[in-house]
């Protein structure tokens, strides 16, 4: 509960706005219990990303599984992009925090990239590569260019949940909304999945 108010905060508020003192009625639990667990405001925000990037690890393991369960590459994409998208469509906190800091060039950007980001994008790299041999990605993007408009594909929506509810009309949090939002990511991205592929 401390680290999802946490998230929140630092999400609506940013890293300078937010307080512990916020978090904690957030949390409904005392300043002094993330005092003496957290010690700063920077070690409760870094628990925070820490928890996040485990969800968000918990999705490339499922695309992982997916090729010991002995699906190909293409399945195993798909696996990680819907793991993906419901995690930002449960967590969209951590995507506002994360374009946050990803735009700004300090500490907490770089303690993320080194800690996260990169090591999560070399791991995408050979994936999109074996994409490329297999002729599912055009072999002249750069795998970077992928990564980047995978991650805008998916995120946007929920970090513009309001301005989308105000267009359409349609909660893009709601439960069909997100399955209708993986399959879209998935075959702009992918192409269609073949009769027999279940999602």
Do not use: N
Request: glycine content about 8%.
């Amino acid at each position: 509960m401390i680290l999802e108010a946490s998230l929140e905060v630092f999400a609506e508020k940013g890293f300078g706005g937010a307080t512990t003192r916020e978090i904690a009625t957030r949390a409904d639990v005392p300043l002094g219990l993330l005092r003496y667990h957290f010690g700063s405001k920077l070690k409760l925000w870094q628990a925070a990303v820490e928890r996040s990037f485990a969800e968000v690890d918990a999705g490339l393991e499922a695309a992982q599984r997916a090729r010991q369960e002995g699906l190909d590459e293409v399945a195993q994409m798909r696996a990680g992009i819907r793991a993906h998208v419901h995690f930002v469509a449960r967590r969209p906190e951590f995507v506002r925090l994360m374009h946050d800091e990803g735009k700004r060039r300090g500490p907490r950007m770089r303690w993320i990239v080194d800690r996260h980001v990169k090591p999560m994008f070399e791991r995408l790299v050979p994936m999109i590569r074996r994409l490329q041999e297999l002729g599912r990605l055009p072999d002249d993007i750069d795998p970077l260019h992928f990564v980047y408009a995978l991650i805008g594909a998916i995120d946007v929506i929920f970090h513009q949940a309001e301005e989308c509810r105000r267009v359409t009309g349609t909660d893009p949090i709601s439960p069909a909304a997100v399955e209708a939002h993986a399959r879209a990511v998935e075959i702009l991205l992918l192409g269609p999945a073949p009769p027999s592929a279940s999602s």
